[in-house]
């Protein structure tokens, strides 16, 4: 009688990228829902928040702006970096390139950061509505899921954790949703506020979807973050809202908040297309 070894299902990697050296290598936990082999772009968007809080020394800096230009599909193969940057008293600008194999530009952020200096706000400073996400995290229980985006090891699906806070993800329409890495963004170092909230705000425009994902393709061609504190705790929320033209452009427009408050907010261009007929 032959005997024949259990089955094993392939263990999962461990964080979002690793760094050898000056490569970055993603590991399948970056993949995206638009084409294969291609990455979300929350993936490259929180390496290159780690890049910019790592070109500074000094922990008085604070990521307060970040944009993310996403020139062609980022692959999840390895990538090397060039990074400008151009300090000043109070801001200091980057700008880094991001590059595939060959020497091919796939992925440019000009981030912003300023050296902040603790004051005592008035009482009763006016700011956003609603002043916090509600639920919480802890009180919320439904994974979101996008209709027509295919359930694979990936970013959404392996490395992010997400519950939905506000309106039906099954639904086109604004929602609410807190999200959280499940994972490490880079293996061996801490994921730091900005990595996180730079991993979550690229999904405003799945949770916020106005059309369906079966019949159109919505990918962004940008990610633009405003961060005016570092969110405490691991789970980032979006207040999300997409407008769609049938001339081919979106914009997603997303709060950003943390179990406190508000932190920031990001905006998505998105290019529309009609997805080919089936046959």
């Not at 024949?4 to 979002?16: C, I, K």
Request: charged residues 15%; aromatic residues 8%.
């Amino acid at each position: 009688m032959s005997h024949h070894p259990p089955s094993e299902t392939p263990t999962l990697p461990t964080a979002v990228f690793v760094q050898q050296d000056d490569q970055w290598h993603p590991t399948i936990l970056s993949r995206g829902p638009w084409y294969p082999g291609a990455q979300h772009g929350g993936a490259p968007a929180a390496l290159f928040a780690h890049l910019a809080e790592a070109a500074l020394s000094d922990t008085e800096w604070q990521l307060s702006r970040l944009s993310v230009e996403l020139i062609k599909p980022v692959p999840v193969s390895p990538l090397t970096v060039r990074q400008d940057v151009h300090p000043g008293r109070s801001t200091t600008r980057i700008t880094i390139d991001l590059f595939a194999e060959g020497g091919l530009l796939v992925a440019r952020a000009h981030a912003l950061l300023v050296r902040g200096q603790p004051f005592t706000p008035p009482p009763e400073l006016p700011g956003w509505s609603p002043s916090r996400l509600l639920p919480p995290p802890e009180q919320c229980n439904e994974p979101l899921h996008i209709p027509g985006m295919p359930r694979s090891d990936s970013f959404f699906y392996t490395a992010m954790e997400h519950r939905i806070a506000q309106g039906d993800a099954a639904q086109p329409g604004p929602a609410a949703v807190w999200f959280r890495l499940a994972v490490p963004l880079i293996s061996g170092q801490p994921t730091s506020p900005a990595m996180r909230a730079a991993a979550a705000a690229d999904f405003g425009s799945g949770v916020s979807w106005v059309l369906s994902a079966e019949e159109y393709l919505f990918a962004n061609a940008d990610l633009s973050l405003h961060l005016h504190r570092p969110a405490e705790g691991e789970w980032i929320g979006l207040l999300a809202e997409t407008q769609a033209h049938g001339g081919g452009v979106g914009t997603a427009l997303t709060r950003l908040y943390d179990a406190h408050g508000p932190i920031g907010v990001a905006t998505q261009t998105l290019v529309l297309r009609e997805r080919a007929p089936s046959r």
